[in-house]
């Protein structure tokens, strides 16, 4: 029954260490999100992708590679972490000829980095 | 860029109580939505307006989109223990969505 799965939920490892979050939905939907929710709770986009392809990279460090090998997935790989990415991630996902508003969200990894 | 300001940030009230908060902009937009997020879960599309005065109900939630284009209202009638979380407006950037900063709400029982 789950629309949009997250994997893992928590993640807690050292500085510099590479890890990857991943992210599934089964709406078969088009579009893809990765979000950023900081400790103030801040949501910001990082990335979207439509159908495999990359559509926004909003700013973020090239530490951050997202990877979608079909459309139901859209994984993030992170590289040399830092304390700043600390935060929770949200993958989110959309049907096509939403205009991008009825984004369904996963239930958030919460990363900290040590 | 586009900045939403969402007020108050964050709202105390005892269970029964009506609930009002906004969201407002410089700059004109064509869609506003409401998003609700409970703790250690994601947002979840409460409400979407997509035309300039539309009102607007989910249950005892009601949320209008201003005549300006410029700001929206999110209402909740009777609150109950249930309603607790973040309350975000967001918009429509190019391609993507923004949000507010959020409202978050505890409710005393």
């Known amino acids: 029954d789950t629309a949009v799965s997250q994997t893992p939920k928590y993640l807690v490892t050292q500085m510099g260490n590479d890890k990857s979050i991943k992210c599934e939905q089964n709406?078969?939907?088009?579009?893809m999100y990765w979000y950023k929710q900081d400790s103030k709770k801040f949501l910001k986009i990082m990335f979207s992708y439509n159908n495999k392809e990359l559509i926004i990279n909003e700013t973020v460090p090239n530490r951050f590679s997202p990877k979608s090998p079909d459309k139901a997935h859209l994984n993030l790989h992170i590289n040399s972490l830092e304390l700043g990415d600390s935060a929770v991630y949200f993958c989110a996902s959309s049907p096509v000829g939403s205009s991008y508003n009825e984004q369904f969200f996963g239930p958030g990894t919460r990363l900290t980095v040590l | 860029g586009q900045q939403l300001n969402q007020s108050p940030q964050s709202m105390f009230i005892q269970e029964g109580e009506d609930v009002s908060m906004n969201c407002t902009s410089s700059?004109?937009?064509?869609?506003w939505l409401w998003y609700k997020q409970d703790p250690g879960e994601g947002p979840v599309l409460l409400i979407a307006l997509y035309k300039a005065g539309e009102l607007t109900s989910n249950g005892r939630l009601t949320a209008q989109f201003g005549i300006t284009r410029k700001d929206s209202f999110l209402n909740i009638s009777a609150s109950i223990p249930s309603d607790v979380g973040i309350y975000f407006c967001?918009?429509?950037?190019?391609?993507?969505?923004?949000f507010g900063q959020g409202t978050r709400l505890t409710i005393n029982p």
């Open positions: 709406l078969g939907h088009d579009t």
């Open positions: 967001a918009t429509q950037g190019a391609q993507k969505l923004v």
């Open positions: 700059s004109i937009f064509n869609t």
